[in-house]
């Protein structure tokens, strides 16, 4: 079976949570396409130019450990609206929704602009407090410092530039199922997603 789904949504939605849940309860696999632009970013501010990363992104790129920094998820949304970064992705992202088994792939252009006849597309929201609370909590871990006002500023700072760029901006897929995460906890919400693939791979993912 050839089953893509395709999560798109905010920074800390949950997107990224709920896709593992699904990649590991159907036996897909999984791709957190913001990677590839954090990566992307990553080799930026080291000095590199943007397109000529992008069209030569290596695997080891991606697997670096500082890529969740706010310094590289302020940098990967700006090279992010560069329509030659985009374009240099397309190609590996839509070979890797094509896997054999089925394949979850989570982003902001999944459902509109990378696989936009995916089998099952969900939009995955929650309030702006809500989602710098859980980034907040992420990122204090590593770094004591940093307060939760500028978190919060950092995510509509990146929210207005995913949601207003001209190429592939941030918005639902017509067809996508919302799936508001403010209220639920991570086994609810991961539950939610679970019930509206199951629907869909059923054949009435509209009614989830
Ligand atoms: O999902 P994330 O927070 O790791 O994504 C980092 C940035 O990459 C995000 O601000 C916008 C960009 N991005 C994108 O433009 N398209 C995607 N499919 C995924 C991420």
Do not use: W
């Not at 699904?22 to 396409?33: E, V, Y």
């Not at 030569?56 to 890529?67: I, Y």
């Not at 999944?110 to 710098?132: L, N, W």
């Not at 995460?181 to 869909?200: F, G, P, R, W």
């Amino acid at each position: 079976m050839n089953f893509i789904v395709a999560v798109d949504g905010p920074a800390a939605s949950g997107k990224g949570t709920i896709s593992r849940a699904i990649a590991a309860r159907f036996g897909f696999t999984h791709l957190d396409t913001g990677l590839l632009y954090r990566a992307v970013a990553r080799r930026v501010i080291d000095g590199e130019d943007p397109v000529v990363v992008a069209r030569t992104l290596r695997s080891r790129d991606l697997e670096r450990s500082d890529l969740r920094s706010v310094q590289v998820s302020r940098k990967a949304s700006h090279v992010a609206a560069d329509r030659r970064v985009r374009n240099a992705l397309v190609g590996f992202q839509r070979d890797f929704a094509h896997s054999r088994g089925g394949a979850v792939l989570d982003g902001r252009d999944i459902g509109t602009v990378i696989c936009p006849d995916a089998d099952c597309k969900i939009f995955v929201f929650a309030s702006d407090e809500v989602r710098a609370e859980r980034r907040y909590l992420e990122l204090s871990q590593r770094d004591p410092s940093i307060d939760l006002e500028r978190v919060l500023r950092d995510i509509r700072d990146r929210d207005a530039r995913d949601r207003g760029r001209a190429i592939a901006p941030l918005r639902p897929a017509e067809n996508a199922v919302p799936l508001d995460t403010s209220q639920l906890t991570i086994e609810e919400a991961s539950a939610c997603a679970a019930s509206i693939v199951d629907k869909a791979i059923r054949g009435d993912a509209r009614t989830a």
